[in-house]
């Protein structure tokens, strides 16, 4: 499933990556800790998580994330947008929980 | 190649800016893609590292065309007892540093895992020096 896809179906907001929303999402990871992210995320996954700045795009970028889907109505601060579109990073937002966000994200990816 | 970067303590906004550097350096000269994944893991803790819980360091890369050798040389509190900070889950992060989604004390670890020979040497009150070599 490609980002666009994922981001129809599940009715997400599009923060900036309009032109990347082609990639295919390979998986899946969720975490606030960031260093949890770096060591154990995998390339092409999607990234959902509450954590904003801008060290978010950085990481996402470092590890060849797919995309990443802010949740709880969380939006990425001025910063993290900037390095987002200079990175080409898809970020996503939606306004539902964790919980609700990964499981409609696994129904549709596994 | 030898290259040098500055790193700034305390400076969150220009966290990963090597890293990010230091890949896309590797992906131009062609290193496999498996060693440059490892080297930024453990190159962005380690930088990172620097941001959190120092106060300036020095990020010195030597690119060969068989290996990688990064030497990350802070000045800052150091680390008392190294083999308890190389513990999962130890860390002394901050409140703030850790809203943020740092602090898990994973670092280190990830550093470990990621580097097929890697240094931690610390002088408290002075500094440390974090060196990691990764074989292509
Ligand atoms: N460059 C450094 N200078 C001083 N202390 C350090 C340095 N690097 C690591 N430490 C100490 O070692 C501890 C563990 O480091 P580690 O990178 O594993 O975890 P962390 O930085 O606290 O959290 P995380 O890396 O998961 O965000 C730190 O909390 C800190 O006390
Ligand atoms: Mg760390």
Redesign the interface.
């Known amino acids: 499933m490609t980002v666009k896809e994922l981001a129809e179906k599940m009715n997400l907001k599009i923060f900036c990556g309009e032109t990347n929303l082609d990639r295919t999402i390979e998986g899946c990871y969720v975490s606030d800790l960031l260093s949890d992210v770096m060591g154990n995320a995998k390339s092409g996954m999607a990234w959902i998580t509450l954590q904003t700045h801008q060290n978010v795009a950085a990481i996402a970028s470092l590890k060849d994330l797919s995309c990443i889907i802010l949740v709880k109505g969380f939006e990425p601060e001025e910063d993290t947008l900037q390095h987002a579109v200079e990175e080409e990073i898809p970020v996503l937002g939606t306004s539902q929980q964790t919980f609700e966000t990964a499981g409609q994200v696994y129904q549709l990816i596994c | 190649m030898v290259f040098e970067y500055p790193v700034q303590g305390g400076d ?2 220009n ?3 090597v ?2 550097k230091v ?1 896309k350096m590797m992906r131009q000269l062609g290193v496999d893609a498996g060693v440059i ?1 490892r080297t ?2 453990a190159l ?2 380690a930088e ?1 590292n620097i941001v959190a819980h120092a106060y300036k360091g020095v990020i010195t890369v030597q690119l060969d065309s068989d290996k990688i050798y990064i030497k990350l040389d802070d000045e800052g509190p150091g680390i008392p007892d190294i083999n308890q900070a190389m513990q999962r889950g130890y860390s002394t992060a901050s409140p703030e540093v850790r809203e ?3 602090g ?1 004390g ?2 280190l ?2 550093i470990k ?2 580097s097929d020979v890697l240094e931690v040497h610390s002088v408290v009150g002075k500094g440390t020096t974090v060196e990691i070599t990764n074989n292509f």
């Open positions: 969150f906004t966290a990963g800016t890293s990010s890949k994944k930024i893991v962005y803790e990172v943020m989604g740092f898990a994973m670092g670890p990830n895992a990621n």
